[in-house]
């Protein structure tokens, strides 16, 4: 069942109410029962059959698992909706500024570290809220308000910044200055983990500006995209932590700002940051149905098909369809070596060396999760190989990147039945790993514990293996 377009007419979300009533009913249920199988009252479900309420995403993929669906209404979330023109201005639905995933954070996080300033966008893949494109110049910190990494109190007005009254500069400048903060942040989160307080604590600042200017009765179309943008570096910092929760329900909000003012590139990126949520929980349905959905963004933008056939092979992986996962990783491929200077200009990081690097590395996933789910160990040397290429190119920067791949390129010997090497490799980083908070890391870790635990646990490296694991973990 394909997602469909935007829902036309009606209440908002009456598309997914009308398949949940359909399939509430095929699986013999009433609103009460189901209500009670995925922890909601009755009187939620009713609200959402009517399309009456947005869907929590928690809630859609107990509702999937519950009916059985396969995620087809993750799909239909997933699915874009219609989005203003751009030169439509009229104010935004306030549902959309409240209220906020997480704990209010106190103001004065500290500015970021002004060395890393760019001096026009895109910076750090971030391109410019206003215009979507690169090459927009961003102003010298001087010129910006201080201090940009102090909100002001939590929950409290916007700062004096962030007002049409206050602001010492344009709005357009601010934004540019507020993209460029974002851009300094997300570099220094390579090095510690402190700024994710930063990161939220200027969006909350962020959406009380929105909700300002669209209470003046104007949309607050720049403010929306930037807010997406900061939206995604929130929900992929508490990712990193292992904090899934308000992970997903950051990305949740990025997507309706997205959709908002029709940003087409922020909800691809946000449904892939989605993907890579629930494979971490190992739901290949629910995968599949974010996966596609990146494909339904854009027809027209090949970056977006590449991207959407890279995940579908990841969750045709986890679920162990060798067939589907290879044809959508050879689907991939061939966008890939399609990509024109307009996806390289809305996806920088697909460009070049750098997206390579991020093809090859999801195609190695893919094809080691499929020889984890099927024991092929063709799949598994096809998985050493092609991980082994995407982990020789990852910039000396992205050492967290070279982690992960350290360690999947460890599973994949030891999916292919040589345990030694994986043991050998897996120890030269060892200790940095199991100090890691990464989420993402912890997952590849754990995968190679289990794989060598079960099979080769008598094998004296592999004994040695885990009395080394063990004492870096203490």
Known sequence: MSGGSARAGGAPWAEFGRHLRSLRRAAGLTQVQLGLRVGYHHSAVSKLEAGLREPPVGLVRRLDTVLETGGELAAIVAAPREAPRRQDR???????????????APGGQGAPDLRMWPARL????????????????????????????????????????????GAA??????LHGLTAVLACLIREAFRHEGRVTAVEGLLRALVRWA???????????????LGAQYAQVAGRLRMERGQIGVAMAWFGHGLRWADAVGDAPARATLLSDMCTLVRLDGDPSLMLGYARGIGAVDGRRRWTATLSDLYQARGHALAGDAAQCRHHITLARRGF???DRRDHLEAPWMAGAEGAMRVDSAVGGALRDLAVATGDRTAARRAVEVTARSRAQVPPRMRSAHLLLTLRLAD??????DPGAAVAL????????????????????????TRLAGKWADLPEVREYRERL?????
Do not use: I, K
């Open 90 to 104: 009229s104010p935004a639905d306030p549902a959309l500024f409240a209220p906020l995933p997480g704990a209010d």
């Open 122 to 165: 895109p910076a750090e893949g971030l391109v410019c809220p206003l215009h979507g494109t690169a090459g927009c110049a961003v102003p010298e910190p001087g010129a910006l308000p201080a201090p940009l990494g102090g909100p002001g109190p939590a929950g409290g007005p916007a700062p004096e910044w962030a007002t049409g009254t």
């Open 169 to 174: 500069v344009a709005e357009g400048e601010l």
């Open 211 to 225: 909700r300002e200017v669209n209470s003046a009765g104007r949309l607050p179309y720049g403010q929306l995209r």
């Open 337 to 339: 070596a399609r990509l």
């Open 412 to 417: 994949s010997l030891a999916c292919a039945g």
């Open 426 to 449: 897996a120890s030269q980083v060892l200790p940095e790993a199991v100090r890691s908070r990464a989420s993402m890391v912890a997952a590849e870790l754990g995968g190679l514990h």
């Open 470 to 474: 063990l004492a870096a973990g203490e």
